[in-house]
C-alpha cells in the first residue's frame, strides 16, 4: 500500500472577511489540509462587526457598525450567507448630498440637478469613454479626468466627489482616486451600484441589501468551517513575525513557514511561541502584511504592499438628530424643488410632479455627505441606520429567511445554534415597545428623534482641522471607533493592482484582502477564494456564472492565473 500523503499544513492570518473565505474553501478538503487560523480580536469578522445597544432606547439590540450592506450583484457574499442560514433585506438606497442650495438626491431633482444639467449629460459620454480606454484611466485619478472632459469645478465637488466617496470609502482621497473606479460604480456587471441618467445623474432608487446580524454570521460561519474537522482558530492570539519561509539550513524542520506568534488575552500577553506551516496566507491589510513579513519581506513585496496607503476615520455612533438637522437635509423641503421649465414636454413634467409627490410621502435617505465649506473637496459622512437596518423594523438577527426554505442555496449548511438563535422570530420582537413611529410603508419603526445616527469623520491626519465632531451632542454618543481605511488613489492601481500576480504565490505566500483591488466585502470573500484555489482547493461556488464571474477577474487579475483547465469551460474562461 503507497503510504498516505501528509496533510498540507496551511497558516491563515486574519480572521475577517478574507480569511474565513481562504479557511471555508480549504476546509471542503479535510483530507488534504491542515489549516489554523490566527487572529488577534476575539471573535471573527474583522471589520464586520456588531455592537450591542439599548433596545429600549433606540428599538434594536445591535447594530452592524463596520460594514452595512451590500449591492445585489455581491453573488459570493449573498450565497455564503444564504448557505449560512442568513439572508439580506432589501431597502431602497435613497441619498442626501449637500445642504440647501448644494443639496441634491436620487428621489426628486433639485435646483442643484437642474443647474448641472449640460455636466450630467456629458458625464454619459465620458463614463463611455472611460470603459472603452479602461487602462489608461485606471492611471488618471478622477480630478484629472474631470478637467480633461471639462466638467465645472463645482459638478466635481458637488455630485461627483460625494457619489464616489459614499459607496467605496474613498473619503477625502476621491479626487485622487482612479478614474475607472467611477466607470465601474455604473458599469461594471459586478460591481454596479447606479443607472446612469442624462436628466438627474442617478436614474433611480437603486434595491441595496441590509446585512443581517454580522456577529451572528461569522460566529456561524466559523462553527460550519471547525465541523469539518481541519481547521483550527486561535483567536486572541497575534502573529508578531514570520522567521522564515524556506527549510534551507534546517533539515530538522520540513515545514517551510515559521512564525512566531503571541496569546493577548484580558491585558496579559503570552511569551512568544513558535510554529511551522507549508504554506501561508496573509488575510490582514497591507502595513501588517509588511510589519509581520519583516526582514523576510522581498523587494517586490515591499514596493507591491508599501505603495497602499492607509487613513484613519473616527466613526461616532449617536441620535443627536439635531445634529444632522444642522448639517443635513433628513427631510422633505419642497424648496429644493427643481423648477418646472414650461417648454419641457408634457410627459417630463409629468414625471417630475410624481418624484415631487413621491418624495412628500417616501423621502427617507440611508446615506448623508455634507462638503466642508472651507475646503469642498473633502466631506463628512453620515448613515441612518434606523432607514438602514432592518433590526429597527422588527426583523430577526438572520434577515428574512425561512429556515425551512432550501431554494437557492438557503440554509445549506448544517445549522449551528448560532443559526437557529439567529433565526427565531421572538428574537424580532426586542425593543419594539420603542417603535412608536412609522415607516413610510406604515411599519413600526422608532420616531425620527430617536433614530440611530453614524457619522464618519474622514482622514485625521489631513483634514481633523475641519471636522465638526466636537458639534454632537456628547449625551447622545452612542459609541466611537477608530478605522484604519484604504486609500484608492490612483497610484493604488498603479503601483499595487497590477503587481499582485508577481507577489502571490512566492515563498510559500499568497496574499488575500479587498485592499488588493477595492474596498467591497464581496473583493475580500472573492479573494479568500483566489487563495486556496491557488494552493489547490475547489471554488465553492464552481458552475455558478453569477459568482464566478468576478472570481475568474478576480485570480486573473490579482494571480495572473486562470481557473485550471478541468474548471474552464470555452477558449476564454
Same mark, same amino acid.
Given at each position: ?61 445591535? &447594530? ?15 450565497? !455564503? ?6 439572508? #439580506?433585506?432589501?431597502?431602497? !438606497? ?22 448641472? +444639467? ?11 469613454? &472611460? ?25 466635481? =465637488? ?32 459586478? !460591481?454596479?451600484?447606479? =443607472? ?37 482558530? %486561535? ?33 496579559? =500577553?503570552? +511569551? ?24 523576510? #519581506?522581498?523587494?517586490?513585496? %515591499? ?146 428623534? +430617536?433614530?440611530?445616527? +453614524? ?11 475641519? @471636522? ?13 471607533? @477608530?478605522? %484604519? ?14 503587481? !499582485? ?13 479587498? @485592499? ?52 474552464? %469551460?470555452?477558449?476564454?474562461?
Amino acid at each position: 500500500m503507497s503510504p498516505t500523503p501528509a496533510l498540507k499544513r496551511v497558516c491563515i492570518i486574519g480572521a475577517g472577511a478574507s480569511g474565513m473565505s481562504a479557511a471555508y474553501a480549504l476546509s471542503r478538503h479535510p483530507d488534504k489540509y491542515e489549516v489554523t487560523v490566527y487572529d488577534k480580536q476575539s471573535v471573527t469578522g474583522g471589520m464586520a462587526t456588531s455592537i450591542d445597544i439599548d433596545a429600549d432606547k433606540y428599538g434594536a439590540s445591535y &447594530i452592524n457598525d463596520g460594514v452595512q450592506g451590500c449591492s445585489p450583484v455581491f453573488a459570493n457574499t449573498i450565497r !455564503m450567507f444564504r448557505m449560512l442560514g442568513f439572508e #439580506a433585506t432589501e431597502v431602497g !438606497m435613497q441619498i442626501s448630498f449637500g445642504k440647501d442650495k448644494d443639496f441634491w438626491t436620487n428621489v426628486f431633482p433639485t435646483n442643484l440637478v437642474a443647474k448641472f +444639467q449640460s455636466d450630467i449629460k456629458k458625464f454619459g459620454h465620458a463614463l463611455s469613454t &472611460i470603459k472603452t480606454f479602461e487602462p489608461i484611466f485606471a492611471m488618471i485619478p478622477v480630478h484629472v479626468m474631470l478637467r480633461m472632459f471639462g466638467f465645472s469645478n463645482d459638478f466635481g =465637488e458637488k455630485m461627483v466627489y460625494p457619489l464616489v466617496a459614499l459607496f467605496f470609502g474613498t473619503g477625502n482621497q476621491t479626487p485622487y482616486i482612479s478614474s475607472a473606479i467611477l466607470e465601474r460604480v455604473f458599469k461594471d456587471p459586478s !460591481m454596479r451600484l447606479f =443607472e446612469y441618467s442624462e436628466k438627474s445623474l442617478l436614474a433611480s432608487i437603486p434595491t441595496m441589501l441590509a446585512f443581517p446580524k454580522l456577529h451572528d454570521v461569522y460566529q456561524a460561519w466559523r462553527e460550519e468551517i471547525e465541523s469539518h474537522g481541519n481547521v483550527k482558530f %486561535k483567536l486572541h492570539h497575534e502573529v508578531v513575525e514570520v522567521v522564515a519561509r524556506h527549510s534551507k539550513g534546517r533539515s530538522s524542520v520540513s515545514s517551510p513557514v515559521h512564525i512566531k506568534y503571541k496569546v493577548a488575552h484580558g491585558g496579559l =500577553e503570552s +511569551q512568544h511561541r513558535e510554529n511551522y506551516f507549508d504554506e501561508l496566507i496573509l488575510a490582514v491589510d497591507a502595513d501588517s502584511c509588511l510589519k509581520i513579513l519583516g526582514k523576510q #519581506a522581498s523587494w517586490m513585496e %515591499k514596493k507591491v504592499l508599501g505603495n497602499v496607503k492607509y487613513l484613519y476615520d473616527v466613526t461616532i455612533t449617536h441620535n443627536d438628530h439635531d445634529y444632522m438637522r444642522k448639517y443635513y437635509e433628513t427631510t422633505y423641503n419642497p424648496e429644493h424643488n427643481a423648477p418646472l421649465e414650461a417648454n419641457s414636454p408634457a410627459q417630463d413634467r409629468r414625471e417630475t410632479e410624481q418624484s415631487f409627490a413621491f418624495a412628500e410621502e417616501h423621502f427617507r435617505p440611508l446615506y448623508y455627505t455634507m462638503q466642508y465649506p472651507q475646503d469642498k473637496s473633502k466631506i463628512e459622512m453620515s448613515f441612518d441606520l434606523t432607514h438602514y437596518q432592518p433590526q429597527f423594523r422588527g426583523e430577526k438577527p438572520a434577515g428574512p429567511i425561512d429556515p425551512q426554505d432550501k431554494s437557492e442555496h438557503r440554509n445549506e449548511c448544517n445549522p449551528s445554534a448560532v443559526t437557529r438563535g439567529a433565526q427565531d422570530e421572538s428574537k424580532g420582537t426586542i425593543g419594539e415597545s420603542a417603535r412608536t413611529g412609522k415607516d413610510d410603508k406604515g411599519c413600526a419603526e422608532p420616531p425620527l428623534e +430617536q433614530h440611530v445616527f +453614524q457619522t464618519i469623520f474622514l482622514d485625521r491626519d489631513g483634514s481633523q482641522d475641519l @471636522w465638526t465632531w466636537k458639534d454632537i451632542n456628547p449625551e447622545k454618543k452612542i459609541y466611537e471607533k @477608530w478605522w %484604519k481605511q484604504q486609500s484608492h488613489r490612483w497610484q493604488h492601481y498603479a503601483g499595487t493592482v497590477p503587481w !499582485m500576480m508577481w507577489i502571490n504565490g512566492k515563498n510559500n505566500t499568497y496574499y488575500a484582502g479587498a @485592499w488588493s483591488v477595492l474596498n467591497m466585502h464581496e473583493l475580500a470573500v472573492t479573494s479568500g477564494f483566489a487563495a486556496a484555489y491557488r494552493l489547490g482547493a475547489e471554488y465553492p461556488f464552481h458552475s455558478d456564472e453569477d459568482c464566478e464571474r468576478l472570481f475568474r477577474m478576480y485570480l486573473a487579475a490579482s494571480h495572473g492565473v486562470r481557473m485550471r483547465k478541468e474548471d474552464r %469551460k470555452g477558449l476564454l474562461a
